[in-house]
């Protein structure tokens, strides 16, 4: 007994000290780095990471995430599902107001939902199932399905569905509202300033609903194109935020040695960044499925992690990635094995056919990973012929099926439904685009798995259908999974609490605050 | 004289026409649709999407359509709509021109400056100790690739020393007025500015020493020596009065590249420049961004050539406007 007052006592003191310690501080300036610069900053018109980073601020979404993917109140402070899981309704917060002093309220929800059917290609996707959305008072919205939708709740973060007020943007020409310029949203943080090619300016939003937040006064994001210089621009004390991907990995570590710097790899749980290659299924070689086994078993992907990504990130085991839902790793395995490789080469009568590989023109890491590809390939004996692109014209080349092999990266978005489904399924093959099934591979019951998986009730029915799923597709290899990739944001240890969420740094800067 | 430029503004004006109708196929030549990159951008690149971007932006029509509506756009001085910076295009350029105009023309100054005088210094020390170390220092600058030298000046003064700021046009959220901004806004353009300036002050101080030990040698120079004159009167008034055609004609072309020429410097010391802007919009196929930048850089060639040759007849008086 008395050992359980002490511990209590213990606990009671420790949990004080550090709630004491943690009492966030209000006021000072986060100098943060957004690369590239943004076309723009009306998220609801514009969805590139940049636009969503910097705009993240500035607009809300009706929820957030945190980072096991659990739906958190943002807009909407509660919600409920109806028993035959076909009814959404959310309350919304009442007390919000726009940047401009108007009520945030239902009315805004039902126009915002109508403007980015039109604007927001992954927003209209994901709004395909939605029959019809209702506001039967101005703090309540109703959304009624054709069927139930099992990723429905994982839909309305902010960069995938920005709240946009409707007395600003009714009846306007869209396209040219000047309110693009100078967006006007709910967030914790007002558009100031921007001076193109310079530096973006946010400054606090005083009448912010979360009473006290957000902490920081104002955050400058610097653009700085050259990678050396913006390592450089952390180094000598100018920007104190470098978000996931700012810089290139082998500066990473030189970088997170320096005093007061801290970094973590949290904070990418929702968009879940998996890299693969494009294997083409059509034609050649790579339409057998033995020669794709054997390019998996040939490349070792566990260098790639520890050198080329300075041990960042995780071994994909399949289409899904380890941190949305419904994973397993109860697949088949291609554990590092160039003799298998070589064995399977052979088994499927390749005889050194020309094979062209094209790299992701994202920078050096990138560059190095095809170097790296590349000779594992060659090592086991296939001929291959690295194509050199910019962005543009390996989009083209991939989107017009052009190539053999190809680097690539997509955001999973929390849900097979949402961003898995749609590298796989034979309706999302479509000459002249790109991330979607632009491998060409095609097989019924795995366009049957899918759809099924997406409405499928309950939660364990889901579970189950896509697990077959990824052993099928993992059996099939019709792209070669890489990695998880991890992008580090490395900041300076004074900056508390900048990511909270599984959204990370795209989510706004509200909970950040500054230990001077 | 005025016959001249007439005829020369007649020549410019097809010249630029030509470039235009050049430009605008040559760029669409190149794989790569702005459509498709957005829409890969929205993390979605569905059809309707791409279908929709194409309307949006005109690129469903033919093109002949489209070079027929931009040529008669910029007949009234439109350059057309970006289609991924949702803005004009020429307010997008006017917000850049000051800051590259800044810095392309104190590089300028920095190169002509130092490069007649390290040339003339070359060449009337020719063979000696310190036209060997005028070359190789010039060499070095021309030889170095920019962003190298970019990179190293950063690394020296900017992390080492400390001196000078290695990023930007100002100090973001200083918020300074008057004599402070023109002295923090110098100090941002020092490094940019001399990593250009020292690069061209090679070609410089070449051109300038050989033409004047080229001079040197004429009749003249001879004359000017046996009616007894001092020699720096000589180099000044007739050698390198003679000498400078040449760097003259070198400086026009020059000046005429200045808007798109400084693409890598101002990539490195994040200088909010056109050359960037040019950059960002090559890699996201932002075509009628792309060439407004090369329009106003093909105008800006045109009127420095013209300068350029009203400048000659101020330097030689010899030549005449032949109309």
């Known amino acids: ?467 077959k799923a990824q052993k099928i597709l993992v059996e099939d290899v019709p792209v070669a999974w890489m990695l998880e990739l991890q992008f580090p944001t490395i900041t300076r240890c004074k900056v508390k609490n900048l990511i909270t969420t599984g959204i990370g740094v795209n989510d706004g800067f509200k909970d950040a605050w500054l230990d001077k | 004289m005025l016959s001249f430029v007439a005829q020369r503004v007649v020549k410019g004006v097809i010249v630029l026409l030509a470039i235009i109708v050049l430009n605008f196929f040559l760029i669409r030549l190149a794989p790569g649709d702005p459509a498709v990159v957005m829409a890969g951008e929205a993390g979605a690149s569905d059809q309707v999407f791409v279908k929709q971007l194409r309307e949006k932006f005109g690129l469903d029509k033919p093109l002949p359509e489209q070079l027929f509506i931009y040529v008669k756009g910029i007949a009234t001085l439109d350059l057309g709509f970006s289609f991924r910076q949702q803005a004009p295009v020429s307010k997008l350029i006017l917000e850049r021109l000051p800051a590259t105009l800044l810095l392309t023309l104190t590089a300028f100054a920095i190169s002509l400056a130092l490069g007649v005088l390290f040339g003339t210094f070359a060449a009337r020390f020719a063979g000696t100790f310190l036209d060997t170390a005028i070359t190789i220092f010039a060499l070095i600058f021309y030889a170095m690739p920019i962003f190298w030298v970019a990179l190293m000046g950063i690394l020296l003064f900017s992390v080492t020393v400390d001196w000078l700021p290695s990023f930007g046009y100002e100090t973001v959220g200083a918020n300074l007025t008057g004599l402070a901004h023109v002295v923090d806004v110098a100090r941002h353009l020092i490094m940019p500015a001399m990593t250009l300036g020292l690069f061209f002050m090679a070609t410089y101080t070449r051109m300038t020493r050989a033409s004047m030990l080229e001079v040197k040698r004429l009749d003249f120079v001879k004359t000017a020596r046996a009616k007894g004159l001092s020699d720096a009167v000589i180099q000044r008034r007739h050698v390198l009065r003679n000498a400078l055609l040449p760097v003259v004609t070198l400086a026009g072309v020059h000046a005429g590249t200045l808007i798109g020429g400084a693409v890598i410097t101002e990539t490195v010391f994040a200088w909010p420049g056109i050359g960037r802007l040019m950059y960002d919009a090559l890699l996201q196929r932002d075509y009628n961004l792309l060439l407004g930048v090369f329009v106003t850089c093909s105008v800006m060639v045109l009127i420095f050539n013209l300068i350029t040759d009203l400048v000659y007849r101020l330097v030689d008086p010899r030549i005449e406007f032949a109309a």
Request: charged share 20%; aromatic share 12%.
């Open chain 1, 1 to 467: 007994m008395s050992k359980r007052v002490l511990l209590g006592l213990l606990l009671a003191c420790g949990l004080t000290a550090s709630a004491l310690a943690q009492e966030p501080k209000t006021g000072g300036v986060i100098n943060a780095v957004i690369q590239p610069e943004p076309p723009g900053l009306m998220l609801a018109m514009i969805q590139n990471g940049p636009t969503q980073m910097v705009s993240g601020n500035i607009f809300e979404g009706l929820l957030r995430y945190s980072p096991k993917l659990e739906p958190l109140p943002e807009l909407a402070e509660s919600w409920s599902v109806s028993e035959d899981a076909k009814t959404y309704t959310f309350k919304l917060r009442k007390g919000v107001t726009w940047h401009d002093g108007k009520p945030f309220t239902a009315a805004d929800v039902l126009f915002s939902v109508e403007m980015l059917k039109q604007t927001h290609a992954r927003a209209r996707n994901n709004l395909a199932q939605v029959d019809k959305v209702e506001a039967p008072d101005d703090y309540t919205v109703v959304f009624t399905l054709k069927q139930p939708f099992g990723p429905f709740l994982g839909i309305f973060e902010v960069g995938s569905m920005p709240m946009v007020p409707k007395h600003l943007y009714d009846g306007t020409d869209w396209k040219t509202n000047p309110y693009n310029n100078a967006p006007v949203g709910t967030g914790p943080f007002m558009f100031k300033e921007w001076q193109k090619g310079s530096f973006i300016r946010l400054v606090k939003n005083p009448n912010y609903y979360e009473k006290g937040k957000p902490y920081i006064d104002e955050i400058y994001w610097q653009i700085i194109p050259d990678a050396a210089a913006r390592s450089v621009a952390y180094e000598t004390g100018k920007v104190d935020v470098l978000p996931g991907g700012s810089v290139e990995n082998f500066d990473v570590p030189r970088l997170s040695k320096l005093k007061d710097t801290c970094v973590t790899g949290a904070g990418w749980e929702f968009f879940s960044p998996l890299a693969w290659l494009w294997l083409n299924n059509r034609q050649g070689p790579l339409a057998d499925k033995r020669v794709r086994q054997a390019i998996m078993y040939a490349i070792d992907r566990d260098f790639a992690k520890d050198v080329i990504w300075n041990g960042l990130g995780k071994v994909a085991t399949g289409p899904s990635a380890s941190t949305i839902k419904y994973y397993t790793d109860d697949v088949p395995k291609y554990a590092y094995d160039p003799a298998k490789a070589k064995a399977l080469l052979k088994e499927a009568g390749y005889k050194g056919e020309k094979i062209r590989l094209l790299p992701l023109a994202y920078g050096e890491t990138w560059q190095r990973w095809g170097e790296a590809v590349k000779q594992n390939l060659m090592d086991v004996g296939m001929n291959i012929e690295t194509i050199s692109t910019d962005v543009a014209g390996g989009n083209q080349k991939i989107g017009d099926w052009d190539y053999d092999i190809a680097f690539t990266y997509l955001y999973q978005y929390g849900d097979p439904a949402l961003g898995v489904g749609r590298n796989y399924v034979s309706s999302a093959i479509a000459k002249g685009q790109v991330f979607n099934n632009v491998e060409g591979y095609s097989n019924p019951e795995i366009d049957k798995l899918f759809a099924d998986g997406a409405v499928a009730t309950p939660d364990s029915k889901r579970k189950e259908i896509y697990a």
